[in-house]
């Protein structure tokens, strides 16, 4: 029998899978979630994924099953570097690494930059997975402050300056939890800080496409290659259950992440790459991408529109352009987690936002509600019986 | 621009590609390579991939795209569990963990077990890439002696008295680098000593049903379950492309295994696990295994018949009964990187054993030698070379 003790120190850092355990009740018949963060099913390419997969056995044959390089498949690499280009982000196919899901360069990053209390700086709040996956290097999460707009450069400027952080962690694009986008503006700020200061940024980008109103605003990457590492994912554009992400990283960063993904994996699936591959090479993307629109823009009004008609007035939300999630905040002394016990009991469950804060206390009246996965019909009522429990909450 | 000075302090623990860097020319063309690991192209399913592919989608549908769970694609532990009782190794589906390669249990272990300077006892020599999946967590390696047979139990026992290592790391059949296996006899003492000092032993066992010869041996894991973390995986038996493994261990081991997989990777590919998961369920496993014997018996043979023809007299080495591997010794003094230089002016590669142990100047007569990759021919002619190379070197 083995006890706690054959643990290692930083094991203590990895606990607390408390939202795990509130969101264990999910499976319960008759809840509708707006908890998950998942791709609708109905988003997915079924129509076309037997011809991709015979496009794959024809054109790679074996090298579809065998081991590949730990830097990725190269082809797809070849391919990503022009699909990249479109969007504004410029490198050499050499330059982009392949990853098993995006997930895992933010463990990479962690592996390699992170000595235990080394400072992270984070949006507050942030994505939850990335947290996740730093907290066993057992970094010092130092908060920048966020507001409509998203980061406060003013605000990073001032935690570099103070706590010297090996990383600034972003999603500039329709963040995960608040749907929020960072402006040009702010973006070219944010550029020029991490330049002035040496300051290595994460721009992690898996919702950037998924826009359905507004316009495009480009990377920070594209203002400041040499500072930033931008992580991108097929999870939210074809299929998350292809684990296929990758990333653009200043030299000497990519070269130790590579030799850090060397050992936890190898490299990641040959056959879901090259399934990446050809939907690229044959021009999916650009026709998928629409077609995802499609499905998550009139849903996203739904949701909008309902909690127009069901949310008390003394609640906010975002508003976002795009992306799969929308943050609610409800007035000061409101407790989400208690709300989320009287949701439930109305069969319906998001994610308190308290989760997505790094400083116990903070985001107590917040909430993620997530739109991809329910239809209309389903969302317009799920809302409707969470303002039903708001209102019991609130009295 | 960054430097060396962002690096975590762990991040020491991961450089030296001394092996990558020696093993860059073969790419030159002409050169013959027995340095890899991978397995025969001409060993894959390549005429019912198609099939498996459709299957998938008929059978999984929208869920073989989607996320999964981090613990495994539910229908591939329920075949896992199956076919794993065919090989003595029983356990519940639930009981079962499916990770992104066998080495990924690897990294896992090592972040959740390892703080720095812990122990981890080896085999001398010992799989490579269990060192780098473990190094960054900056373990003090404590060797074990072995022998023809593998292992010595009381080598093991006196290592657990001394040092009290976090682990027992072991491949028992065919292992990597040398071939060799542990006798059934021995397995007993070692699962005796594993349950006497309650010490967690990691029975990593990719080759175990590469048997060209000689009777089955039962796992160390059928013998002490409750000490025995055990790893398999499809890459040697259907493909590695595919990255997908599992592992068994102690309950308290996998909880923390899967909550450091979910910061890594969240899951495993659901794609190929649902191609492992059919590949199960249609009996291939079954078809596939000796149609792979088949392929690598006759060139195993080859090299080991080749062997005896073109190897000096004071050169001696393991004749396997199944595996990829033969572990050759020459005579004290020889120093294998050496021969290398040699071997590559005569188009021929291996692996200089060297790098498979943890203490530098260790096995520096020994080398490691692949026969899967080569056709038979090829195999047989790049023996007499590198029988030539070694007369030349030993002067």
């Not at 996740?132 to 998203?150: H, I, S």
């Not at 960072?182 to 919702?207: G, H, S, W």
């Not at 994996?265 to 790459?273: N, R």
């Amino acid at each position: 029998m083995f006890t706690e003790k054959i643990l290692a120190d930083r094991t203590q850092h990895m606990g607390s899978s408390a939202i795990r355990e509130i969101l264990k009740v999910l499976s319960r018949p008759g809840i509708v979630s707006l908890a998950g963060g998942m791709p609708a099913p109905d988003s997915f390419p079924m129509d076309y994924m037997e011809d991709l997969t015979q496009r794959v056995l024809r054109e790679y044959g074996t090298d579809a099953l065998q081991y590949g390089t730990t830097e990725g498949f190269a082809p797809l690499k070849q391919e990503l570097q022009k699909y990249l280009k479109t969007i504004g982000v410029e490198t050499e196919a050499e330059g982009i690494n392949v990853v098993t899901g995006s997930q895992s360069v933010l463990d990479g990053l962690g592996k390699i930059l992170i000595s235990p209390g080394d400072a992270v700086a984070v949006e507050a709040p942030t994505y939850l997975g990335a947290i996740q996956a730093l907290n066993p290097y057992g970094p010092r999460y130092v908060r920048m402050k966020t507001d409509e707009q998203g980061l406060i450069p003013d605000s990073m400027a001032e935690v570099i300056e103070r706590h010297h952080p090996k990383m600034v962690y972003l999603i500039p694009t329709f963040q995960n939890p608040t749907g929020r986008t960072i402006p040009e503006e702010r973006r070219r700020q944010i550029a020029e800080i991490a330049k002035r200061t040496n300051t290595l940024v994460i721009e992690d980008d898996p919702y950037g496409s998924l826009r359905f109103r507004g316009s495009f605003i480009p990377t920070i990457y594209s203002m400041a290659p040499e500072h930033v590492v931008y992580a991108g994912s097929f999870s939210k554009v074809f299929a998350p259950g292809l684990r296929v992400g990758y990333y653009i990283a200043p030299e000497l960063i990519s070269k130790w992440l590579v030799l850090a993904k060397q050992g936890v994996d190898l490299h990641t699936s040959s056959f879901t790459q090259a399934l990446a591959t050809e939907f690229l090479k044959g021009g999916f993307m650009e026709s998928h991408i629409p077609r995802i629109i499609q499905i998550y823009k009139p849903k996203q009004e739904t949701m909008l529109e309902a909690m127009e008609e069901h949310f008390p007035s003394n609640f906010s939300w975002s508003k976002p352009e795009g992306g799969m999630f929308i943050w609610a905040e409800g007035p000061k002394g409101l407790d989400t987690l208690q709300l989320y016990e009287e949701a439930i009991n109305n069969n319906v469950a998001f994610v308190p936002g308290k989760y997505f804060y790094t400083e116990p206390g903070e985001g107590q009246e917040t909430m993620r509600l997530n739109f991809t996965m329910a239809d209309e019909d389903t969302l317009r009522a799920a809302v409707g019986r969470l303002g039903t429990a708001i209102r019991t909450v609130l009295g």
